[in-house]
Nanobody, 122 residues
Framework: QVQLVESGGGLVQAGGSLRLSCAAS????????VGWFRQAPGSERELVAR????????EYADSVKGRFTISRDNTKSMVYLEMNNLKPEDTAVYSC???????????????WGQGTQVTVDT
């Protein structure tokens, strides 16, 4: 069993930056790929970025490439999402998830966090 708790969301002006954190517990966490997802009002949840268990491979949604960076520290059981040059369309609830690599692409990770709100003001 893996528990995930996000933090770091908030209100930021367009062009600003935020760093989201996801604290994990559970001894199997380091075995799983991790991902960050977001859901805007009226929209389906989408995969923003995913990262393999060892951090060796990452993938990003086209909408965030070059602006967002996903990372993890398995020694601390932490996952991060560095978000730069934020845009109003990045406004959403951001959640982290953990599971096999393919499940993240399908937006069906084994484990979910509760989410944190990110609001980008114009």
């Amino acid at each position: 069993q893996v528990q995930l708790v996000e933090s770091g969301g908030g209100l930021v002006q367009a062009g600003g930056s935020l760093r989201l954190s996801c604290a994990a517990s559970g001894r199997t966490f380091s075995m799983y790929a991790v991902g960050w997802f977001r859901q805007a009002p009226g929209s389906e949840r989408e995969l923003v970025a995913r990262l393999t268990w060892d951090g060796g491979r990452s993938e990003y949604a086209d909408s965030v490439k070059g602006r967002f960076t996903i990372s993890r520290d398995n020694t601390k059981s932490m996952v991060y999402l560095e978000m730069n040059n934020l845009k109003p369309e990045d406004t959403a609830v951001y959640s982290c998830g953990a599971g096999p690599w393919e499940t993240l692409f399908l937006v069906r990770p084994n484990y979910w966090g509760q989410g944190t709100q990110v609001t980008v003001d114009t």
